[in-house]
């Protein structure tokens, strides 16, 4: 419970839907005395008074500020006609206003519209516990973003960052520099020194795409922020990728492990102990939230929990799974009927007498007389197919993908560094995003977060859901994986949360795809892509409007001005208000499309900034590839730069400095 005001309230979401609810109420009134006073006579103001005030009250519960300012709600949502009640509202606001007429209608606007405004600022300093975004002006209402506005994009950056911005996304245009930046790199710290090259990088490339290299040196970035209405969120942007065969770099070592149904594996057992470390930090990011930006979001990457090569190995177990599925569903119906199964499963496995009617019970419990691939993934689990592929009959892909002791051992160790950092989250209410990584690591992400979010987001557990995962939309795949995983959420009753965006590997994934000879898992245009995050994301807004039993959350991560409409439009369709609480979330990369996040800030849209911090050394990995998706960004479109352009020529005309 939490006490405000005299009041008691369930929860944060209790207090915070008031909040909402009543700033949405006094932006409403505002609206109708400073904006359309002149359309309006006092009996229709005062009817349309009564119409926002009969649908606010029918949402909230009693809330009181202050002595006076209760009662002044209380007469203002009790009026049938606003006008008429002026001499209550003068005594109660301790104004001296004029008798009301036609001609004095303007002057009453004037006059009464600071104090409503006044109110919301009492509002925010209580709301800002729980990071609501604030109301900053009385010109912004419920109206569509501008996004051409270059003095609200760029206003909080002086003309020097501006220009170095400018030069830094330039920079970021111009291929062959992108491409060989870590060759670039390499070579300024041979010739130059790392203190030199490291300077260098940490007032360009460093400055405009993180936000510090500690949770305490962004506090300034992040009340910057939130002074626009913007939240952060926090990631810890050392990026943790190699190859199964590189011998270098953190993740590698002399410790082969050569079970008899696989090749020998190389694990570093110096990178458990960095993946230890890893953890703290995340668990340092998560106080950071609360303490500067509570009920916030902090972002992890699970490559950082556990050795990418370990994750690769998980990942190749659960397709090959997942491959065993489609053998046994011959009818390509997506179920398996109890004959399907026991056929497949008597061809390849020796103990089919004995083990058939007690693992049909386990995979159709219900009776329903079929088996769908969200019963087979839980029994086909990569922690257990070390024991159902010791049955097999023969040493097939299934049998050679199984881990192995050792590294069951692993596994559960980094699943335990993840369930910690989940749990941190729940109990600090701080909001958990789960990136996406490469395609060669997904299967086994996801398999960790599915878990996660059944515990963590369960309804009986929480009003919102705590844990996020992300959705690459340049992925074929993506869409079934989602309405796949949705259809999850729904049955075992935990709220669905995903963060949407388009990707951010296509360059690797590429090349890895031609290198292994197997098709690209990309789609094949960027029109492709552009479809696919727009179909994704109306599918599930639709989703949301529909059944609403349990939360569904999306966080919309794109640069993508036109999907960012789009998405407007949609929730006006649909009913979904931009104050309704945190269903749709809008997020940029610090440093990119501020055009897109101020103006979202302004109008209270939830927008937040990615904000990755870490020292120089560890983010570099982030930083070039950063650049790389700056040169796909900007290579076609130079919508951003030229806003630069325009904003820089708006000072110099303006005599600014």
Request: charged fraction near 25%.
């Amino acid at each position: 419970m939490i006490a405000s005001g005299g009041q008691l309230y369930r929860s944060p979401s209790s207090l915070r839907t008031v909040i909402r609810h009543r700033r949405r109420f006094i932006n409403n009134v505002s609206s109708s005395l400073q904006q359309q006073r002149s359309l309006f006579s006092r009996q229709k103001l005062g009817e349309r008074c009564d119409k926002i005030a009969r649908r606010t009250t029918a949402k909230v519960e009693p809330f009181e500020i202050s002595g006076h300012q209760n009662s002044f709600f209380g007469d203002l949502i009790g009026t049938k006609d606003l006008f008429s009640r002026h001499a209550a509202l003068s005594s109660q606001l301790g104004l001296d206003l004029p008798p009301v007429t036609s001609e004095t209608t303007e002057l009453l606007a004037a006059t009464v519209a600071p104090h409503l405004f006044n109110l919301i600022a009492k509002e925010d300093k209580l709301s800002t516990q729980y990071e609501i975004p604030p109301s900053t002006s009385s010109s912004v209402l419920c109206s569509t973003p501008d996004f051409s506005d270059t003095r609200l994009a760029y206003g909080s950056k002086s003309t020097a960052e501006l220009l170095t911005s400018l030069f830094i996304l330039h920079l970021c245009r111009v291929k062959p520099v992108v491409q060989n930046a870590e060759r670039l790199i390499s070579l300024s710290r041979r010739v130059l020194g790392a203190t030199v090259t490291d300077a260098v990088i940490r007032h360009t490339f460093f400055k405009q795409f993180c936000g510090g290299e500690d949770a305490e040196g962004i506090r300034p970035t992040i009340e910057s922020l939130k002074n626009h209405g913007i939240g952060s969120i926090l990631d810890y942007a050392a990026e943790s990728d190699m190859d199964a065969s590189d011998g270098d770099g953190p993740f590698s070592n002399d410790v082969p492990i050569q079970p008899e149904n696989q090749p020998a594996r190389v694990y570093d057992y110096k990178s458990e102990q960095l993946c230890d470390h890893h953890l703290k930090i995340f668990k340092s990011c998560i106080r950071a939230v609360r303490d500067v930006s509570p009920a916030g979001f902090s972002a992890i990457k699970i490559t950082a929990l556990g050795n990418p090569l370990l994750l690769e190995r998980l990942s190749t177990a659960i397709v090959e799974a997942k491959k065993l599925f489609s053998q046994f569903d011959t009818g390509g119906k997506g179920k398996l009927s109890h004959e399907q199964f026991a056929t497949g499963y008597r061809r390849l496995f020796s103990d089919a007498k004995e083990s058939l009617p007690s693992l049909l019970h386990r995979l159709d419990p219900h009776g329903a007389g079929e088996i769908d691939y969200i019963r087979w993934s839980q029994f086909f689990s990569p922690l257990n197919l070390p024991r159902i592929v010791s049955r097999c009959r023969s040493r097939g892909p299934l049998y050679r993908a199984s881990p192995s002791t050792e590294e069951v051992h692993l596994i559960s160790a980094m699943r335990a560094r993840a369930h910690a950092v989940a749990e941190d989250a729940f109990e600090n209410n701080v909001r958990l995003l789960i990136d996406a990584e490469q395609t060669r690591y997904q299967p086994a992400i996801d398999n960790i977060v599915l878990d996660l979010q059944r515990e963590f987001n369960a309804v009986e557990k929480t009003h919102v859901p705590i844990i996020f995962n992300t959705y690459q939309a340049y992925l074929k795949d993506a869409p079934h994986r989602m309405m796949l995983d949705l259809e999850r959420s729904e049955r075992y009753n935990y709220h669905f949360a995903a963060k949407l965006v388009r990707g951010a590997y296509m360059v690797g994934e590429r090349a890895l795809a031609a290198e292994k000879g197997y098709p690209s898992p990309i789609h094949d245009t960027v029109i492709d892509t552009h479809r696919c995050y727009d179909e994704c994301l109306e599918y599930l807004l639709r989703r949301y409007a529909e059944r609403k039993d349990t939360k569904l959350e999306v966080m919309v991560a794109t640069h993508n001005q036109a999907s960012i409409e789009k998405t407007i439009a949609l929730m006006h369709e649909l009913g979904i208000s931009h104050d309704e609480e945190t269903v749709v979330h809008f997020a940029q990369l610090y440093g990119m499309s501020d055009n897109l996040t101020y103006p979202l800030g302004k109008h209270n849209h939830r927008a937040f900034k990615y904000l990755p911090y870490g020292s120089v050394n560890e983010v570099i990995p982030y930083l070039v590839r950063r650049g790389q998706e700056n040169s796909q960004l900007f290579g076609n479109a130079n919508s951003e730069i030229g806003m630069m352009m325009e904003e820089l020529k708006r000072r110099i005309g303006l005599g600014q400095r």
